[in-house]
């Protein structure tokens, strides 16, 4: 079936440390996009990226795509605790014109 | 206004009841969508509507029943849930269906409890 792995499912930072997190696909994806879940929230919309090896930033956030846009990774410079929640990648697989959810990365900040 | 709202925000229901989730965009979005979230899980597709009519069904049990009664309003009709369909129902619109890059606004969501 649909599948778009996301790695890690979880993780522990100390404020000021960096986080990344990893998507990938066995199939191409037409594009990528982010989403950010605070707990208790729903997802936002964080960011899309459409061409092979793409990169974005939005402050501290880096969002690349992979140049076989079979892959995509998200960045954090210095987390804040601002930045505590669940990040989704989500990607439309050519062909499906609905998104396919990674399992997402669970990201916790301790000051 | 780039907002999705959902009713009621909780509801709690018996396996016998019947009871309706609504969910409201005033974006001019043509493309509405209905997922199932469990806890420490994606977001899970139910169904996808596309200017009014239903485009998508993933082979959701017909104890749940959506609606599309004009552009900006869906539906989500329950009737006879089991526990097991205790979950969060979030409400997503998108200017249109497609892989063209279309974002997705999710709304609060309603979380439900089925007892």
């Known amino acids: 079936g649909q599948q778009v792995m996301q790695i890690p499912q979880y993780q522990h930072v100390q404020e000021g440390e960096d986080f990344t997190t990893y998507c990938n696909s066995s199939t191409t994806l037409s594009n990528i996009q982010w989403y950010k879940q605070r707990p208790g929230g729903h997802p936002v919309f964080l960011i899309q990226l459409v061409k092979s090896g793409e990169v974005k930033k939005q402050k501290r956030l880096t969002f690349q795509f992979g140049e076989a846009k079979k892959n995509s990774s998200l960045h954090i410079t210095a987390t804040q605790t601002t930045d505590v929640g669940t990040y989704f990648c989500?990607?439309?697989?050519?062909?499906?014109?609905?998104?396919?959810f990674g399992k997402g990365t669970m990201l916790l900040v301790s000051p | 206004d780039t907002e999705v709202t959902q009713t009621p925000k909780h509801l709690v229901m018996g396996m016998t009841n019947k009871k309706s989730l609504k969910c409201e965009q005033h974006m001019g979005h043509r493309a509405m969508y209905w997922y199932k979230q469990k806890a420490k899980k994606p977001p899970e597709l139910m169904f996808v509507y596309s200017y009014e009519k239903l485009s998508i069904n993933e082979s959701v049990p017909s104890r749940f029943s959506p609606e599309c009664p004009n552009s900006s309003l869906l539906n989500l009709h329950l009737h006879a849930l089991q526990p097991e369909d205790s979950a969060l129902y979030l409400c997503?619109?998108?200017?249109?269906?497609?892989?063209?890059?279309?974002?997705?606004?999710f709304g609060p969501g309603t979380r439900l409890t089925v007892t």
């Open positions: 989500a990607g439309y697989k050519s062909g499906y014109s609905t998104l396919t």
């Open positions: 997503a619109s998108s200017q249109a269906l497609g892989e063209g890059g279309n974002e997705q606004y």
